[in-house]
């Protein structure tokens, strides 16, 4: 893999960002590939490079609903930092790319060794926990198509991208709602001339309106990111 790429690891000390990256292997995330089932011990902790991936609440044993994505901004696997060994969400892979891939076992002992590190990796587990409560207001107060805007800016944030691919039954299954309701979503937002939607590729025509039609969530989360996150 050329470079490093994801940010998290970027922000690192250099020192400490080169002992990490020595117990990293690269490997590819394949779209619709499970990485971390919930309930079940965390086996490795991933860096997304390119690609990314959703994290998904489950209902009766079966995953339902997003709730958080992780991009070349972040890392699945954070609960380690609080001791936790068990994976609490779903982890499914949403767009094809690469990532760093770290043992949990190897990741912890370089938890303990750089305070760097821990440092970075609190402050991360600080922006997934507001993403994660913007999420669950997000549901419940805000229209569809709102929330689908939000969503398609996130992902191409994620994406790196204007152009990505998703299906209907995807966007549903993500947003939580029926399929007849991303249809309508997305046939306004297309008529409105802020993406094009055809046969599952989805093409951000406007990102700029595209903003103003999303709900607040989106620049809520993007805001607590940067404040946060930003290089010192």
């Not at 250099?14 to 002992?19: A, P, Q, S, Y």
């Not at 590939?33 to 959703?54: C, D, K, M, Q, W």
């Not at 901004?73 to 760093?100: K, N, S």
């Not at 549903?172 to 991303?182: D, K, Q, S, T």
Request: proline share 4%; with cysteine.
């Amino acid at each position: 893999m050329a470079g490093i790429e994801n940010h998290l690891i970027e922000l690192l000390p250099r020192v400490d960002r080169r002992k990490l990256l020595a117990v990293c292997k690269p490997v590819s995330l394949i779209i619709a590939e499970t990485l971390a089932t919930a309930g079940t011990p965390t086996r490795n902790v991933y860096f997304p490079v390119r690609g990314f991936i959703s994290l998904v609440t489950v209902a009766d044993g079966k995953p339902v609903l997003e709730v958080g994505m992780v991009g070349r901004e972040g890392m699945l696997g954070v609960q380690i930092a609080l001791g936790v060994p068990t994976v609490p969400l779903h982890a499914l892979v949403q767009g094809a790319g690469d990532a760093w891939c770290v043992s949990a076992a190897a990741f912890r002992i370089e938890l303990d060794r750089s305070p760097a590190l821990r440092r970075i990796v609190d402050r991360y587990l600080y922006v997934l926990i507001a993403q994660f409560a913007s999420s669950a207001a997000c549901i419940r107060y805000h229209r569809i198509d709102q929330r689908l805007a939000r969503w398609l800016l996130m992902t191409r944030d994620r994406a790196h991208a204007d152009r990505f691919r998703v299906t209907h039954e995807f966007l549903a299954y993500m947003l939580g709602v029926r399929r007849v309701g991303i249809t309508a979503a997305a046939g306004a937002l297309q008529r409105r001339g802020l993406i094009e939607y055809y046969r599952g590729d989805v093409t951000v025509l406007d990102p700029v309106r595209l903003k103003s039609s999303a709900c607040s969530c989106y620049a809520a989360n993007c805001r607590s990111y940067d404040q946060l996150m930003a290089r010192h």
